[in-house]
């Protein structure tokens, strides 16, 4: 397997070694940056109920603003993943050092993710071990009235972990060629992943407290929030492994999407076992 130039010859046809990818000029980034900070502002926007001075107009986004911005971030990802399916197999690009470059690009993505939540586990920790005299000096606090851990929680660990399984075995099956066996964990995976993220509007719905309840609304919104946003893309990212397996994308010896997908899936689960024993289970009176 060869890399290509951009009019789609190889390099051993040119005489030049070459098993790099070389990406052809993409609009992709551009637009993806454009749409990601149109969906951004808006909600910004929409959340401090600010206006926007067009001329001699003043408008205010709202919700129509944020759909747009989601509409166009959607629109964008759409357009990116369908360019890298056709690298992947329309012009073979992606070689063995190209498929290595790929893994150790979801890994450092998966590693600033980690970063990205010890954030929220600091600020959290930083208050529940030393809690402030304007706490009171508890923790939790005594006017927060705090979640069962064992009700939804619990309930909600376990799809975790069941989509967990799921996902492991649509891996193992496609090393086996099993497409049907593929096909059925990755749904499964999917619905259990759409599960959760139903069972925590529930459970977001019925709290009662909010983001503005001091310390500990802030902090429990911020992080369960931001993890549930990560659910949701992995339902996504599991979505469209689903779609690809079900045209016959996914083979023994190509399926880095399905990998990739995998890992995701399962840093999402062990960032949730955290945060129940952190914030549910610790957290609780």
């Known amino acids: 397997m060869t890399d290509l130039h951009h009019d789609g010859s190889s390099f051993e046809d040119s005489g030049i070694p070459q098993p790099w990818h070389l990406v052809r ?3 992709w980034p551009f637009l993806g940056a454009m749409a990601a900070g149109l969906m951004a502002g808006a909600t910004v926007m929409y959340l401090h109920q600010d206006k926007l001075a067009l001329g001699g107009l003043s408008v205010m986004p709202g919700l129509a603003g944020v759909a747009l911005g989601l509409a166009a971030v959607l629109a964008v990802m759409v ?3 369908r360019g890298v399916i056709h690298e992947a197999f329309v012009e073979k690009a992606y070689t063995p050092p190209v498929k290595l470059g790929l893994r150790y690009g979801m890994g450092l993505f998966i590693s600033s993710e980690v970063m990205f939540f010890v954030a929220f586990f600091w600020a959290y920790y930083s208050a529940a071990l030393f809690p402030p005299a304007i ?4 923790w939790p606090p005594a006017d927060i009235p705090t979640a069962n851990p064992f009700g939804m929680p ?3 660990t376990a799809i975790l ?3 967990g399984v799921a996902v492991t075995s649509a891996h193992h099956a496609v090393l086996r060629e099993d497409r049907r066996g593929l096909l059925r964990g990755l749904l499964l995976t999917v619905l259990l992943g759409l599960s959760f993220t139903l069972c925590q ?3 977001y719905a019925h709290a009662d407290f909010s983001l503005s309840s001091g310390m500990f609304g802030s902090t429990f919104f911020m992080a369960t929030g931001f993890h549930g946003l990560h659910v949701i893309i992995g339902t996504l990212f599991l979505g469209v492994c689903l779609w690809r397996a079900a045209r016959g994308q996914f083979k023994a010896d190509g399926h880095f999407g399905l990998t990739a997908a995998a890992w995701y899936w399962h840093f999402v689960d062990v960032v949730w076992l955290f945060l129940f024993v952190s914030i549910y289970w610790y957290g609780s009176k």
């Not at 706490?135 to 508890?138: E, R, S």
Request: aromatic share 16%.
């Open 25 to 27: 000029p993409s609009p």
């Open 79 to 81: 357009g990116w993943w």
């Open 135 to 138: 706490l009171g000096g508890v």
């Open 154 to 156: 619990l309930l909600m």
């Open 161 to 163: 972990l069941s989509s």
């Open 201 to 203: 509007a529930y459970e």
